[in-house]
């Protein structure tokens, strides 16, 4: 009598088999890096729209409440915070203070400065404080909030520092009667991909770049908010 001997299979895959293997697997991590990148882009354009949304505001405050308004970034911390002063104030430059950034002071504080102390470096204090409400309570929203979720402050471009701002703080300027800087403020995440969002000095109003944009000339238009993705 005659046993059947079981045939032996291959346990093996076939070269088919591996290149589909293969060919998911590309997919698949395509599909990842896709989809993280339209995430970080997400963040930057909500980041930039943060500040575009801040900006507006600080614009009408000035304009409403006849203060003169700013917005200050922390590079180090990646903030941002929204303040203001009664106090006539007026832009410093570099020469002036004898320090790294330009900033705004009270004039008289600074002729003050002077003249008690005409050899010294003049560092007169800045007269902004925090945004507050009728009964003088500090409003929180206003204070230092993170620009965006993983999202970091690259640059700061305005007219009163000779050089683009990279560290430290800088600030943004916007006074009484409907008058600002005409600034960049430049975004950037982990995949260091930079949105920007550049602010009419005449409007308040914002354009978003997707990309490192550094302004050459003046603006052209009203500064509407456009992003060509």
């Given at each position: 009598?005659?046993?059947?001997?079981?045939?032996?299979?291959?346990g093996?895959?076939?070269?088919?088999?591996?290149?589909?293997?293969v060919?998911?697997?590309?997919?698949?991590?395509t599909?990842a890096?896709?989809g993280?990148?339209?995430?970080?882009?997400?963040?930057?354009?909500?980041?930039a729209?943060?500040v575009?949304?801040a900006?507006r505001?600080?614009?009408?405050?000035?304009?409403?409440?006849?203060?003169?308004?700013?917005?200050?970034?922390?590079?180090?911390?990646?903030?941002?915070?929204?303040?203001?002063t009664?106090?006539?104030?007026?832009?410093?430059?570099?020469?002036q203070?004898?320090?790294?950034?330009?900033?705004?002071?009270?004039?008289?504080?600074?002729?003050?400065?002077?003249?008690e102390?005409?050899l010294?470096?003049?560092?007169?204090?800045?007269?902004f404080?925090?945004?507050r409400?009728k009964?003088?309570?500090?409003?929180?929203r206003?204070?230092?909030?993170?620009?965006?979720?993983?999202?970091?402050?690259?640059?700061?471009?305005?007219?009163?520092?000779?050089?683009?701002?990279?560290?430290?703080?800088?600030?943004?300027?916007?006074?009484?009667?409907?008058?600002?800087?005409?600034?960049v403020?430049?975004?950037?995440?982990?995949?260091?991909?930079?949105?920007?969002?550049?602010?009419?000095?005449?409007?308040?109003?914002?354009?978003?770049?997707?990309?490192a944009?550094?302004?050459l000339?003046?603006?052209?238009d009203?500064?509407?908010?456009?992003?060509?993705?």
């Amino acid at each position: 009598m005659f046993r059947r001997v079981p045939s032996q299979t291959n346990g093996g895959f076939t070269l088919i088999e591996v290149i589909l293997v293969v060919a998911i697997i590309a997919v698949v991590v395509t599909g990842a890096t896709f989809g993280l990148g339209a995430i970080t882009r997400t963040r930057l354009r909500s980041s930039a729209f943060k500040v575009t949304s801040a900006a507006r505001f600080a614009y009408n405050r000035s304009l409403t409440q006849g203060t003169t308004t700013r917005l200050l970034f922390d590079f180090e911390k990646h903030t941002m915070a929204i303040q203001e002063t009664d106090t006539p104030v007026t832009l410093a430059t570099e020469t002036q203070l004898e320090s790294d950034a330009g900033e705004a002071v009270d004039p008289w504080d600074l002729a003050r400065a002077r003249l008690e102390e005409p050899l010294s470096p003049v560092e007169p204090i800045s007269p902004f404080q925090p945004i507050r409400n009728k009964s003088g309570k500090v409003l929180e929203r206003y204070t230092a909030q993170p620009v965006g979720d993983a999202i970091s402050i690259l640059a700061l471009i305005t007219p009163h520092e000779t050089d683009k701002r990279t560290d430290g703080e800088g600030a943004l300027y916007f006074f009484p009667g409907g008058v600002t800087e005409h600034a960049v403020i430049q975004l950037t995440d982990s995949s260091d991909t930079v949105y920007s969002v550049e602010i009419h000095p005449l409007t308040g109003n914002a354009r978003i770049h997707n990309f490192a944009y550094e302004p050459l000339d003046e603006l052209d238009d009203e500064g509407e908010v456009q992003d060509s993705l």
